[in-house]
């Protein structure tokens, strides 16, 4: 079992820039792919970002890349989002899930992989 908590959420202006974080319980951290997803009202649930669990790949939402980061200190089993040139369109509730397939050698887009998530943390970007 793993329980995840996300923090940093909040109201920026467009352009500006939000850390997230995602504190995750248990011992074998370093097991799980970690995803970021995002929920806009009367949208469904977007994929944002994904890391394997040695944190050696990554990849993105075509809509994100080249403003965003995921990282990840399995030292202290946080997974982080970094969120550069916010957008009024990132505005959203903001996800972060653990997924335990194959050892977390593996990342996806898909949300249905996922096993644990996080109860969100709420981002705003006013024009």
């Known amino acids: 079992q793993v329980q995840l908590v996300e923090s940093g959420g909040g109201l920026v202006q467009a352009g500006g820039s939000l850390r997230l974080s995602c504190a995750a319980s248990?011992?074998?951290?370093?097991?799980?792919?970690m995803g970021w997803f995002r929920r806009a009202p009367g949208k469904e649930r977007e994929f944002v970002a994904t890391?394997?669990?040695?944190?050696?790949?990554?990849r993105y939402a075509d809509s994100v890349k080249g403003r965003f980061t995921i990282s990840r200190d399995n030292a202290k089993t946080t997974v982080y989002l970094q969120m550069n040139s916010l957008k009024p369109e990132d505005s959203a509730v903001y996800f972060c899930?653990?997924?335990?397939?194959?050892?977390?050698?593996?990342?996806?887009?898909?949300?249905?992989?996922?096993?644990?998530w996080g109860q969100g943390t709420q981002v705003t970007v006013s024009s």
């Open positions: 890391i394997t669990g040695n944190g050696g790949s990554t």
């Open positions: 248990g011992r074998t951290f370093s097991s799980y792919a």
């Open positions: 899930a653990a997924d335990a397939a194959m050892g977390g050698r593996a990342t996806s887009d898909y949300w249905g992989r996922y096993d644990y």
